[in-house]
């Protein structure tokens, strides 16, 4: 079938639809921050990710600036921040997810577990704000299993903006969970305010979330549609 120019769609057109329904989508008065798992272990230089495991979490620690500024645009507005904590010890695993475990690490073995609950490497990279909603997590999805489905509804939330660490994992199976249980819901990633220890798993993700799963913006397209509210 052989489409005509007149019937072909207008770019700009596209362009000019996409721009208002992401203004509409972005509201502040139904919009909230998930913040996913920025953790010591997972970000410090001296955390288990960097120190023990030798991975690279530059690129990580590379978001925070431009995380903390999109936090305080959710704070100057009044709106939900919603932090995710995870743990990894091995007594709150599942059956599955300790068979995981034992390819993965070879063994149970606590001293080569992030994020135990109690130790430094479990805490937050900065302290909360006392109005922060703090939402615990022990397996990948801050939605499945988590106090995050009910926090939604509570909070009359439509439009949850997703920030944090790692992409490939909680990010992406968090933004997966929204999207497949929370039908009502949008989920917005900012792309460069999510990130990895591995880059090319980071980008081959933004691809996936960018054709299944958008919209997914920028932190500098988001503050624009804030700017006229």
Not at 61 to 85: L, S
Not at 93 to 118: I, P, Q, S
Request: with cysteine; proline share 6%; hydrophobic share 40%.
């Amino acid at each position: 079938m052989t489409v005509s120019p007149s019937e072909a769609p207008n770019p700009s057109s596209l362009e000019a639809l996409q721009m208002q329904r992401l203004h509409e989508i972005l509201n502040p008065a139904h919009t909230a921050l998930l913040v996913i798992d920025l953790q010591n272990d997972f970000l410090s230089s001296q955390g288990k990710s960097a120190s023990l495991w030798h991975q690279n979490v530059a690129a990580m620690q590379a978001t925070i600036p431009k995380i903390e500024a999109i936090t305080d645009q959710f704070y100057a507005k009044g709106r939900p921040v919603i932090r995710t904590i995870t743990y990894e010890d091995p007594e709150l695993r599942t059956e599955a997810g300790r068979d995981r475990f034992l390819w993965f690490e070879g063994n149970d073995r606590e001293g080569e577990v992030a994020c135990l609950k109690g130790t430094w490497g479990a805490e937050l990279y900065k302290p909360p704000r006392d109005d922060d909603i703090l939402i615990e997590k022990d397996r990948v999805s801050a939605y499945v299993g988590t106090e995050l489905p009910k926090v939604i509804k509570e909070q009359g939330i439509k439009t949850l903006v997703i920030v944090g660490l790692k992409t490939q994992r909680c990010v992406a199976r968090t933004a997966q969970d929204l999207y497949d249980n929370e039908p009502d819901l949008h989920v917005v990633v900012l792309e460069d305010c999510v990130a990895s220890d591995d880059v090319a798993l980071h980008a081959a993700t933004m691809q996936e979330l960018k054709r299944f799963y958008p919209p997914v913006i920028t932190s500098d397209d988001f503050s624009r549609v804030w700017q006229n509210y």
